[in-house]
């Protein structure tokens, strides 16, 4: 018998996490606190929650996707803390296991020394006995979550016990990709170093495209030529243009601060980001012509 998922939070991550797990035979229920995003779910076909007490209280498993947006360069944990309350909230007035899974993206040690506070708090239950919680990050682009949340390259599950990681491996077995299990904040640090490592690439080659600029050299000749080696890849080769959209940049000004506050120098990273400013410049400089 198949578990009943609720989502919590229905932006891109969200959605596309619901639909997915739809697409596979799951029975879903959304919610959101925006009523405009409900609307355009259920006018789909998708089966919405008027509350978020109702939406755990009628599943088994709940996927916590909310934004995790930046405040003068910190992650702003106030939308994952408020939607955690209200879970814990509801978990106290339910009966049965639950598991609780961390969509959003979180720096690491915070599901362990934020989350899993909150949930025992609020429900006033033990974590590990009376509810499960995990740690499950997304690898989703903007521009194409759904297919690739449907066709993973690897799932991640940082669990906080085994019977949590049980639970959300057989729902995710269907997908057929590797699943790799660990604990919450290393599932945590592995979606970090992903975006990091993207983020780093990009300014590598915005670094050798300005150079091979300056000394007349053809980039894009070059940039592709390199990524024939399978080691490297197309993806972020194209220098010119800095790296945007919702989650690098995020991603990469969060970890700095979050290494310096742990007394570490992070002088790679800076340098990344200095890399970037510096295209953006050049960007807004020369306009949207750069070849």
Not at 45 to 50: D, K, L, N
Not at 60 to 79: K, L, R
Not at 107 to 136: H, K
Not at 137 to 155: G, K, M, V, W, Y
Request: hydrophobic residues 40%; charged residues 25%; proline residues 4%.
């Amino acid at each position: 018998m198949g578990k009943r998922i609720s989502i919590i939070g229905a932006g891109v991550v969200g959605k596309a996490t619901g639909i997915g797990f739809h697409m596979q035979g799951q029975d879903v229920l959304f919610y959101d606190i925006n009523e405009e995003k409900l609307k355009s779910l259920k006018k789909e076909g998708y089966e919405v929650a008027e509350s978020l007490a109702e939406a755990v209280c009628n599943s088994d498993i709940s996927f916590i996707c909310v934004q995790t947006p930046m405040i003068n360069g910190q992650i702003d944990y106030s939308y994952v803390k408020r939607a955690t309350k209200d879970v814990a909230r509801a978990l106290h007035k339910k009966s049965g296991y639950h598991l609780v899974v961390i969509r959003s993206t979180v720096l690491p040690s915070t599901t362990r020394t934020r989350i899993v506070p909150w949930l025992e708090r609020y429900s006033q239950m033990r974590a590990g006995e009376d509810f499960g919680v995990c740690v499950n990050p997304e690898f989703l682009r903007q521009t194409s979550a759904l297919q690739d949340f449907l066709n993973p390259s690897r799932i991640v599950i940082g669990e906080l016990e085994k019977r949590s990681g049980d639970l959300l491996e057989n729902l995710y077995a269907p997908f057929g990709a590797p699943i790799i299990r660990s604990d919450p904040d290393t599932a945590e640090m592995i979606k970090y170093v992903s975006n990091l490592f993207l983020a780093t690439k990009i300014s590598f080659f915005n670094e050798m495209y300005t150079t091979c600029k300056a000394l007349g050299l053809q980039p894009h000749v070059i940039s592709e030529t390199v990524a024939l080696d399978p080691r490297i890849g197309t993806y972020g080769i194209y220098g010119g243009r800095p790296f945007g959209g919702r989650c690098l940049p995020k991603d990469l000004e969060a970890f700095i601060n979050f290494v310096r506050g742990e007394k570490l120098n992070p002088k790679l990273l800076e340098a990344v980001l200095r890399v970037n400013k510096k295209m953006a410049r050049v960007q807004t400089a020369q306009g949207d012509n750069l070849e």
